[in-house]
């Protein structure tokens, strides 16, 4: 029995379980499911829906925010045989011209410094399934969303780790991390996506992430509540889409 995801127990998830910060959003995607049944809904930031999405068992999960939560719901995840994760998530932008609303996919991730030390050195690459992210990039662009390919930062904080400043009487001064990391290639930022990658690469199951732009952090414009809740169920049926897809392809 899980420690944290309780009532998961090995046999309950699907082909394919999606994974979300918000636990609200899992309500959200499972209105894409038929025959839904709640496995998960504790008092913390877990929550987990299965069903059946194209007559076929799927699951979503959510993982509440940054590290540490995220670890503890992968290994669960992982624990009761999870076969492939998809992290449905949103990101701040951090390179010009792409906009709220936009799609981004990971091709790999840098790290906050001692980001799963425990796991791996600094030096191991946190990346995706590059098979796995290239179907679902086919799925999204056939249906006429905007995506861009590139490497993410995820980071251990919000505020000073992303190089936003709080609002607080005593001002620490905060380094601008966009201008030093956007010349290095980094399109996006966030606070999940690595410890997915680097699971999914020490447990060998296939993972990828993709994350509807919510702010862009060149010009701070933000996609509004109504739109992004809307391009989220889109993107993740889309997603839900291509993951089958890659499952009947790579089982054959």
Same mark, same amino acid.
């Given at each position: +029995?899980?420690?944290h995801?309780k /009532?998961l127990?090995?046999g309950?998830? =699907? ?5 979300v ?5 899992v309500?959200?995607?499972s209105?894409?499911? *038929?025959?839904v ?12 829906y299965? /069903?059946?999405?194209q007559g ?5 999960c959510?993982? =509440? ?5 995220t670890?503890?719901?992968?290994t669960e995840?992982l624990?009761n045989d999870? &076969? +492939?994760?998809?992290?449905?998530g949103g ?17 790999g +991730?840098a ?13 191991y ?9 290239? &179907? ?9 969303k905007t995506?861009?390919?590139?490497? /993410? ?5 919000y ?6 400043t709080?609002?607080?009487k ?5 380094p601008?991390?966009i201008?030093y990391?956007?010349p290095? /290639?980094?399109i996006?930022?966030? +606070?999940? *996506?690595?410890?997915?990658?680097l699971?999914g ?12 732009v ?6 701070e414009?933000?996609t ?7 391009l ?10 291509a993951?089958l ?6 089982? &054959?």
């Open positions: +029995m899980s420690i995801l /009532g127990k090995p309950d998830l =699907g082909e394919v379980t999606l994974i910060g918000d636990p609200g959003r309500e959200l995607i209105s894409l499911f *038929t025959n049944e709640s496995v998960v809904d504790t008092s913390r930031e877990f929550v987990l299965v /069903g059946e999405y076929r068992r799927v699951s979503v959510s993982t =509440g925010i940054g590290v540490g939560s670890e503890i719901a992968i995840l624990e999870a &076969q +492939m994760i998809i992290r449905c990101c701040g932008a951090w390179r010009e011209g792409i906009n709220p609303g936009d799609i981004i996919l990971n091709s +991730m790290r906050s410094e001692g980001l799963l030390s425990a796991y791996v050195p600094a030096v690459p946190a990346v995706p399934n590059p098979l796995l992210l290239s &179907q679902i990039h086919n799925e999204l662009t056939s249906n006429h995506v861009h390919v590139g490497i /993410g930062l995820t980071s251990e904080t505020y000073f780790g992303q190089g936003r709080p609002a607080l005593t001002r620490i001064e905060t601008n991390l201008e990391w956007e290095r /290639g980094i996006n930022c966030e +606070m999940e *996506t690595a410890v997915l990658y699971l690469s020490l447990y060998n199951i296939p993972v990828a992430n993709c994350l509807v919510h702010v862009s952090r060149t010009n414009k933000w509004n509540d109504e739109d992004y809740r809307r989220h169920r889109e993107s993740a049926e889309l997603v839900l889409n993951a897809k890659f499952v009947s392809t790579n089982t &054959q």
